[in-house]
């Protein structure tokens, strides 16, 4: 496997150990939620960093900003369960690309052999 796999499969497994991490702690009074950002990586592959939310205490969505309780977390389940699907698609998708990078690899050693 060539390292844009292997980064890319350390990215989203940073991924997968925040939304565990928001989800565990969604009833945690005063928590805050964390997000994955991802970046190219010059060499080629996927970088990640963790973001805090920065004491924001608002959600904006599209038609309406929803104020969250002083003591309460900011973490939404809805979104947090959206993430989760996301990564395990990418998960596959990654994985699928890997299968597909070695059966090349395979077929162009054999016409050379």
Do not use: Q, W
Request: hydrophobic share 40%; net charge negative.
């Amino acid at each position: 496997m060539s390292s844009v796999p292997a980064t890319a499969l350390s990215a989203l497994g940073a991924a997968m150990n925040v939304i565990a991490h928001n989800t565990a702690n969604a009833c945690t009074d005063g928590f805050e939620k964390n997000r994955v950002l991802f970046h190219e990586a010059r060499s080629g592959g996927v970088t990640v960093s963790i973001e805090g939310n920065s004491g924001k205490r608002a959600r904006t969505y599209p038609d309406r900003t929803i104020e969250t309780e002083t003591g309460s977390s900011n973490v939404n389940l809805h979104e947090e369960c959206a993430r989760l699907i996301t990564t395990l698609h990418a998960y596959e998708a990654v994985i699928a690309t890997a299968r597909a990078e070695d059966e090349t690899k395979h077929a162009l050693m054999d016409i050379i052999a």
